[in-house]
């Protein structure tokens, strides 16, 4: 695709739902362009578990796609093995902007990672802002609730989705293909 010529950090956060959404979103108009796309998603549990929509649809287009979650938080041991995949789903992160493989990686759900202490939010932040000035540096969009303040303070475009109405908040009401997942 070429050159970025100044790449851009976009933050999805909030309580609403849709912040994965606009990361694909964002990440199909990229892929319109020629770009060369990848998927690092945290906390969530293996995309081929879930079968989620967009990661089969990820899969025809070519785009790499890693997962670095086991699941909630709060179930058995997860904590301790999200915990453990999210230093490892960095690692992977900064090889592939390092190496300048792609033209925009979605960091799904990435903002857990920082809130939940796995990974140190402010030196996050620091590796991003020294390194994004660098050639070959990739538009980055990063999804997750509650974005810590050095991460709003770095990014270049936040968005902040709120729930007006949402149908699962009524009881009974599960989780649907095409919709969630």
């Given at each position: 695709m070429g050159?970025?010529?100044?790449?851009?950090?976009?933050?999805?956060?909030?309580?609403?739902?849709?912040?994965t959404s606009?990361?694909?979103?964002?990440?199909?108009?990229?892929?319109?362009?020629?770009?060369?796309?990848?998927?690092?998603?945290?906390?969530?549990?293996?995309?081929?578990?879930?079968?989620?929509?967009?990661?089969?649809?990820?899969?025809?287009?070519?785009?790499?796609?890693?997962?670095?979650?086991?699941?909630?938080?709060?179930?058995?041991?997860?904590?301790?093995?999200?915990?453990?995949?999210?230093?490892?789903?960095?690692?992977?992160?900064?090889?592939?902007?390092?190496?300048?493989?792609?033209?925009?990686?979605?960091?799904?759900?990435?903002?857990?990672?920082?809130?939940?202490?796995?990974?140190?939010?402010?030196?996050?932040?620091?590796?991003?802002?020294?390194?994004?000035?660098?050639?070959?540096?990739?538009?980055?969009?990063i999804t997750?609730?509650?974005?810590?303040?050095?991460?709003?303070?770095?990014?270049?475009?936040?968005?902040?989705?709120?729930?007006?109405?949402?149908?699962?908040?009524?009881?009974?009401?599960?989780?649907?293909?095409?919709?969630?997942?």
């Amino acid at each position: 695709m070429g050159e970025i010529a100044k790449p851009i950090l976009m933050v999805y956060t909030g309580d609403g739902k849709g912040k994965t959404s606009a990361a694909m979103g964002q990440m199909m108009r990229a892929l319109g362009h020629g770009a060369r796309c990848a998927v690092a998603q945290f906390i969530k549990q293996d995309p081929t578990t879930l079968d989620s929509g967009e990661y089969r649809t990820a899969l025809k287009l070519g785009i790499v796609w890693k997962s670095f979650g086991s699941g909630f938080t709060w179930v058995g041991d997860n904590n301790i093995t999200n915990a453990v995949l999210a230093k490892k789903g960095w690692e992977q992160v900064k090889r592939w902007i390092s190496t300048s493989a792609f033209d925009l990686i979605v960091l799904d759900e990435f903002t857990y990672t920082l809130t939940l202490g796995y990974l140190d939010a402010k030196e996050i932040c620091l590796w991003l802002a020294d390194h994004k000035a660098q050639k070959g540096f990739p538009h980055l969009v990063i999804t997750g609730r509650a974005a810590p303040q050095e991460l709003l303070a770095i990014a270049d475009m936040v968005s902040e989705i709120q729930v007006v109405k949402h149908h699962m908040l009524k009881e009974g009401t599960q989780a649907a293909p095409l919709i969630e997942f």
